[in-house]
């Protein structure tokens, strides 16, 4: 009986996971929201970019579950307005791409905002963006 649970509880650890994965600390609402980041300033083993390397920058959206993002943005700046294509609650995405003679030469993995690792003050956060429907008229007794 013991292992049982012991096996049980491995498995929905699987499904459940940390209490903290995928936290969001603030939920902006707006349809429309500029994110900010700071430049990758290196290669991932600590050395420099080679001479010439451009990095640009790509900005993603995707409902909480991560799983069909959609690019936004791309370009050289530190940041994007990004707007909502629907109405739903979105996490943010960002990739570094490092490019030589114009072509892509190498890809970031993509970080989330829901992942404080890689998150900045003040925490993590996601957008929401709703339509409020419009008030019930005519209340009577």
């Not at 451009?54 to 307005?81: H, M, T």
């Given at each position: 009986m013991r292992i049982s649970l012991i096996v049980f509880l491995s498995v929905l650890s699987l499904f459940v996971g940390s209490s903290d994965a995928g936290a969001v600390d603030t939920w902006v609402s707006a349809d429309q929201?500029?994110?900010k980041w700071d430049a990758s300033t290196g290669n991932i083993d600590g050395t420099p970019?080679?001479?010439g390397v451009v990095i640009e920058y790509r900005v993603f959206i995707d409902?909480?579950?991560?799983s069909d993002p959609i690019q936004v943005w791309q370009g050289e700046e530190l940041q994007a307005s990004i707007t909502m294509p629907k109405q739903g609650r979105y996490l943010v995405g960002l990739q570094a791409l490092k490019i030589i003679d114009g072509e892509i030469e190498a890809v970031s993995e993509?970080?989330?905002?829901d992942d404080p690792a890689v998150v900045g003050t003040p925490g993590t956060f996601g957008v929401v963006y709703f339509k409020?429907?419009?008030h019930p008229v005519n209340l009577r007794k």
């Amino acid at each position: 009986m013991r292992i049982s649970l012991i096996v049980f509880l491995s498995v929905l650890s699987l499904f459940v996971g940390s209490s903290d994965a995928g936290a969001v600390d603030t939920w902006v609402s707006a349809d429309q929201t500029t994110v900010k980041w700071d430049a990758s300033t290196g290669n991932i083993d600590g050395t420099p970019f080679e001479a010439g390397v451009v990095i640009e920058y790509r900005v993603f959206i995707d409902k909480v579950a991560k799983s069909d993002p959609i690019q936004v943005w791309q370009g050289e700046e530190l940041q994007a307005s990004i707007t909502m294509p629907k109405q739903g609650r979105y996490l943010v995405g960002l990739q570094a791409l490092k490019i030589i003679d114009g072509e892509i030469e190498a890809v970031s993995e993509t970080v989330w905002s829901d992942d404080p690792a890689v998150v900045g003050t003040p925490g993590t956060f996601g957008v929401v963006y709703f339509k409020n429907p419009k008030h019930p008229v005519n209340l009577r007794k």
